[in-house]
């Protein structure tokens, strides 16, 4: 009796300190499930005993993957990245079918994000070798923009390439 009493304790005790370590955890931010499941693995914590502890938080809505997304996109889209980074780094995070477009057109739409995060990085040269091209180009895709929108923009801003002797 007195062996089930122990083990009884200390997996209240460690139930406590599961959400204590959550509560301070999403007190600084914004955490999803996985990242808190993540986090608590790290710790020595296995998922069968966080799993409960994170779904309470969740239905008291202390823990909400929705909240976590807007502020998520949110935040990254005011740093300058596209649609497609966005959601790789959303599904990383165990979040799906979030509507980027709609969070986007908040902000100004897509053209007009990609256009400042270009505007901030290059000049207003309007004759590139493919070079420079080309390295704008990656640069932009790299921030998570789609090579249609990449082209579209160029398009717009009648930037040619030029041939080099």
Known sequence: MQKMTASLSTATERRKTIEQICLRLLARREHSRRELLDKLALRGFNRD???PVISEMAEQNWQNDQRYADSY???RIA???GPLRIGYELQQRGIVDVDLDAKADEQGGWPDLLLNVYCNKYDAEKSLSQN??????????????SGEIIKKLF????IKLHKSA
Not at 132 to 145: D, N, P, V
Not at 155 to 158: A, H, M, N
């Open 155 to 158: 398009v717009e801003l009648k």
């Open 132 to 145: 420079e091209w080309l390295k704008r180009s990656r640069f932009l895709q790299q921030r998570g923009f």
């Open 79 to 81: 740093s300058g990245y």
């Open 49 to 51: 005993e966080a799993e």
């Open 73 to 75: 996109v949110r935040q």
